[in-house]
T-cell receptor, first 115, second 113 residues
Framework: DVKVTQSSRYLVKRTGEKVFLECVQD?????MFWYRQDPGLGLRLIYF???????EKGDIPEGYSVSREKKERFSLILESASTNQTSMYLC??????????????FGEGSWLTVV | GDSVTQMEGPVTLSEEAFLTINCTYT??????LFWYVQYPGEGLQLLLK?????DKGSNKGFEATYRKETTSFHLEKGSVQVSDSAVYFC????????????FGSGTRLLVRP
């Protein structure tokens, strides 16, 4: 089974802190994604990466950056956390693009509260 | 652009009732279609998928058929259980949208004993 592991399930951080959310997948997937989920707004893509050191902005990249130094690990960075970044963050991965029946697999989510 | 429309929730059913959650899509290409389920406080789990027209995805008693002519992918289950209470998301993944999974807004299902 594919496993996407998010290192922290629940975090509480102070405004202005630098926050790292870590995600690891164990299936040698090329693509990795970070989404955030908010009531009434659904799931929104923050960033994705299609290869090591490669990244593309999603729909809401402002206030975030990402790092992918190794294929299995994709980190989301909040340079200076703000209260409007309080949310559920979901990491995902896939083997490649949507052809050939590929699937995107999600982690269990990280609940971040910024106070 | 690509989009997914799901029926509004919440959907409240009694145990053993028949479930349908409607999902329709708009896509420029030939997308793969998915249903994900989210239990309270958890991430998204893949429930089922279909990658081409007339494919039927099935898992845990849930089914959905990829209907190109009606651009639909409705989720059905013949007899729901209390443990099926969750939020269900329909999604499409189209090579036209590159890497982005396009989600519907989600439908909350509540099954009463």
């Amino acid at each position: 089974d594919v496993k996407v592991t998010q290192s922290s399930r629940y975090l509480v951080k102070r405004t202005g802190e630098k926050v790292f959310l870590e995600c690891v997948q164990d299936m040698d997937h090329e693509n990795m994604f970070w989404y955030r989920q908010d009531p009434g707004l659904g799931l929104r893509l923050i960033y994705f990466s299609y290869d090591v050191k490669m990244k593309e902005k999603g729909d809401i990249p402002e206030g975030y950056s990402v790092s992918r130094e190794k294929k299995e690990r994709f980190s989301l960075i909040l340079e200076s956390a703000s209260t409007n970044q309080t949310s559920m963050y979901l990491c995902a991965s896939s083997l490649s693009g949507p052809l050939s029946g590929n699937t995107i697999y999600f982690g269990e989510g990280s609940w971040l509260t910024v106070v | 652009g690509d989009s997914v429309t799901q029926m509004e929730g919440p959907v409240t059913l009694s145990e053993e009732a028949f479930l349908t959650i409607n999902c329709t899509y708009t896509a420029t290409g030939y997308p793969s279609l998915f249903w994900y389920v989210q239990y309270p406080g958890e991430g998204l789990q893949l429930l089922l998928k279909a990658t081409k027209a007339d494919d039927k995805g099935s898992n845990k008693g849930f089914e959905a058929t990829y209907r190109k002519e009606t651009t639909s992918f409705h989720l059905e289950k013949g007899s729901v259980q209390v443990s099926d209470s969750a939020v269900y998301f329909c999604a499409l993944w189209d090579k036209g949208s590159s890497y982005k999974l396009i989600f519907g807004s989600g439908t909350r299902l509540l099954v009463r004993p």
